[in-house]
């Protein structure tokens, strides 16, 4: 079993910031790329960054010099700073991450969603 747990979304104004965050825990071998989608109300999912084991990242072009993806290996976590935020970057995050789980067996593929954390930037 894999879980993904979001914190640090909320309620801020137009040019604030927050910063997200998603730990994975499980009996996690490794995790390969880790990335966080948002959902606007009446949209489609979109990717918003992503990073990859190595720390090579990819950004939005509509979130580029605001935001910044990163994460910790050690503790299987990514984080998404989230500066200069506008009214148009509400919606609800969600964290993703795949990787190797070890069974008692072998070790297997995971791809796994969090729960979701809302962000509301009001103007």
């Known amino acids: 079993q894999v879980q993904l747990v979001e914190s640090g979304g909320g309620l801020v104004q137009s040019g604030g910031s927050l910063r997200l965050s998603c730990a994975v825990s499980?009996?996690?071998?490794?995790?390969?790329?880790m990335a966080w989608y948002r959902q606007a109300p009446g949209k489609q999912r979109e990717l918003v960054a992503d990073i990859t084991s190595r720390g090579r990242t990819n950004y939005a072009d509509s979130v580029k010099g605001r935001f910044t993806i990163s994460r910790d290996n050690a503790k299987n976590t990514v984080y998404l700073q989230m500066n200069s935020l506008k009214v148009e970057d509400t919606a609800v995050y969600y964290c993703?991450?795949?990787?190797?789980?070890?069974?008692?067996?072998?070790?297997?593929?995971?791809?796994?969603w969090g729960q979701g954390t809302q962000v509301t930037v009001s103007s």
């Open positions: 993703n991450a795949d990787g190797l789980l070890v069974t008692d067996e072998d070790k297997i593929d995971f791809d796994c």
């Open positions: 499980g009996n996690i071998f490794i995790v390969y790329t």
